[in-house]
């Protein structure tokens, strides 16, 4: 009899196998023996005790990020700023020091004191750190012998479906080389950095399940649908079907995309429609060339900024910006001006400590009160392209707009930095200036901004989570912050109108672009470009052949007179091939 579990979708796919349930607790280290203050102590040893070990794990996190991709990377630098954090090494010094700790109590107390700050925060994204720390912790501690490695994880059983607590980082990194379809967690959240690499590495995830999950007898059968959030222990024959045949045609579907991912995406009705993919690191950029994107539609530079006293100077993201356009080659390049704040914090722009930052000074308005650093930006690029002339279409992109006078603003700050460099006014075909429409006043006088800038990219992640007062970090209201709303698609629609009376084009960079059945609806909105994450790029080319904007714009019509999400769900349900229709856990 099948049993359904319901939590929040933390990475799409589906694995269907059977259970494997992991109780990492065993094998968590304990509380060491206190041992400090005995007769021949030595503090000087014991701080050179724990140098050598967080030296030793600096050079396990730099290897593993290397094996793994760039959000490995992105996250294991992240883990490398905690071993290396001041605080931490300032507590584990004076518990040497002044309490006569030995570097494993030391380590151990500094590591759960840190851990429990973080917990306690309201901010989500804080809050989850903590599992981050206690990582690092873990690996500190088995360097100084008082705790075990984890289990070898990667030698999980072939189909296992991993149910589980919580997962650490490194024990999602350990996944990438295992025969593990899926991963149901009790706890945990999407946002976590263990749900980011997951998602990276196209495994599906679901969390918060809640602990009866891990009551489950090993070995009995399991499907986690991470699309849905949803994990099914002992499914009926009828479902086994039915989730078979849907991982045959993913499967069919994604060996068509991959060997045409090189040609261009084309309705059947003739439109051709750019598909570019979304980098968070320039690393990212060969990959775009090898997947078949028509460029880069969204560069996310805040790992520029991040881990840093101070600003990257101008030279220092001209380097960045000139391997990108080389790599481009004729291809699109849209980089994005640093969107700092909210869910990207950027340590050396930290100012007052804010109620809601994520209502608060970020994006358009740091940059603003910033100007240089948007000066800057604008320069290092200006410069590159200018050197380069005609190669490859330019973007420069702003973030987080509310108003025109942001705009205006940012245009002044911009002409002027372009007219240093080229000594002529600014023209779209040297650097295109576009607007990320994410906030839902920018959508609502789209008209108005239509006549400053040259394109508009609709950033749905943050579009959904403000008109839906949704929070996109908090797995409790995420059908709120669903861009299938139907808010949301009336605020799409607005915008495509404001770019067809000018003639811009208007792409959509957030998730969403990402989801083969958003295609014929973002299309039929009046969508002309779509910038997906990199691994989605040959399934989004290969759907956007499969359509005829007729039917495309019929069933944006139709979406647009639902009063529901779920009602739009079930309309885009319909569009699936028939084997995978109607999946109703
Ligand atoms: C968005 O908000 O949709 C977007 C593309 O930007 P980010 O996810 O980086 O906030
Ligand atoms: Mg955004």
């Not at 024959?237 to 045959?248: F, H, M, N, S």
């Not at 460029?295 to 881990?307: A, D, K, N, S, V």
């Not at 990207?344 to 910033?370: D, I, Q, W």
């Not at 992640?461 to 709303?485: E, F």
Request: charged fraction near 20%; charge should be negative.
């Amino acid at each position: 009899m099948t049993t359904t579990f319901r939590g929040a979708a933390a990475a799409p796919g589906v694995g269907q196998g059977t259970v494997f349930v992991y109780l990492p607790q065993e094998h968590e280290f304990m509380r060491p023996a206190m041992r400090g203050a005995a007769a021949g102590y030595d503090p000087h040893h014991e701080w050179r005790r724990f140098e050598e070990a967080q030296r030793a794990v600096e050079q396990d996190l730099a290897e593993m990020s290397q094996v793994l991709n760039t959000v490995a990377v992105d996250i294991f630098n992240v883990h490398q700023l905690i071993l290396n954090d001041q605080t931490l090494t300032g507590a584990v010094r004076d518990a040497i020091h002044l309490n006569q700790s030995d570097a494993a109590v030391a380590t151990y107390q500094a590591i759960h004191d840190m851990a429990e700050l973080f917990r306690a925060m309201d901010d989500e994204y804080f809050a989850s750190r903590a599992a981050d720390i206690l990582d690092i912790g873990r690996r500190l501690l088995v360097k100084l012998g008082v705790a075990m490695d984890e289990v070898r994880l990667e030698e999980l059983p072939e189909g296992a479906v991993l149910l589980a607590e919580d997962l650490t980082p490194s024990d999602v990194a350990h996944l990438a080389s295992s025969a593990v379809v899926g991963v149901a967690l009790a706890g945990s959240t999407p946002t976590a950095h263990s749900a980011i690499l997951a998602r990276s590495l196209g495994l599906p995830v679901v969390c918060g399940l809640g602990p009866e999950i891990l009551e489950a007898r090993p070995g009995v059968a399991a499907i986690v649908d991470g699309g849905k959030g949803v994990l099914l222990l002992d499914p009926d024959a009828a479902t086994q079907a039915r989730y078979g045949e849907i991982l045959r045609v993913q499967e069919d579907q994604r060996h068509q995309a991959y060997d045409h991912a090189h040609e261009p995406a084309v309705t059947r009705s003739g439109e051709r429609i750019p598909v570019y993919a979304n980098i968070n690191s320039p690393d990212d950029a060969a990959h775009v060339r090898h997947i078949g994107a028509d460029g880069i539609g969204l560069l996310r530079t805040e790992y520029l900024f991040q881990g840093r006293p101070e600003p990257p100077t101008v030279a220092e993201q001209a380097r960045v910006y000139r391997h990108l356009l080389t790599e481009m080659n004729h291809r699109v390049l849209t980089v994005r001006a640093l969107d700092a704040g909210g869910d990207k914090p950027v340590e050396f722009l930290l100012g007052l400590p804010e109620a809601n930052p994520f209502l608060g000074k970020r994006g358009m308005r740091l940059l603003l009160a910033n100007p240089d650093l948007l000066r800057d930006q604008y320069l290092a690029l200006a410069q590159v392209v200018h050197a380069r002339r005609g190669h490859t279409p330019v973007r420069f992109m702003l973030p987080m707009v509310s108003t025109a006078e942001e705009v205006a603003a940012a245009r002044a700050i911009i002409d002027a930095a372009h007219g240093e460099v080229f000594g002529t006014p600014r023209r779209r075909d040297e650097i295109a200036l576009g607007v990320l429409v994410e906030v839902p006043a920018a959508a609502l006088i789209a008209r108005h901004l239509a006549e400053m800038v040259d394109y508009f990219s609709i950033g749905t992640n943050d579009l959904a989570q403000y008109v839906m007062a949704g929070d996109r970090t908090n797995p409790q209201v995420a059908h709120l912050a669903d861009p299938l709303q139907p808010a949301v698609l009336h605020l799409i629609r607005l915008v495509c109108r404001a770019a067809q009376e000018r003639e811009l084009p208007v792409s959509v960079c957030g998730e969403v672009a990402g989801n083969v059945q958003a295609v014929p609806l973002l299309l039929g909105l009046g969508v002309t470009e779509l910038s997906a994450p990199a691994p989605s790029v040959p399934l989004i080319k290969q759907a956007v052949r499969t359509w005829h904007m007729a039917e495309c714009r019929d069933l944006a019509e139709l979406t647009l007179r639902c009063a529901t999400a779920e009602r739009v769900h079930m309309l885009l349900d319909r569009t699936l091939p028939a084997g995978q229709r109607d999946v109703k856990p």
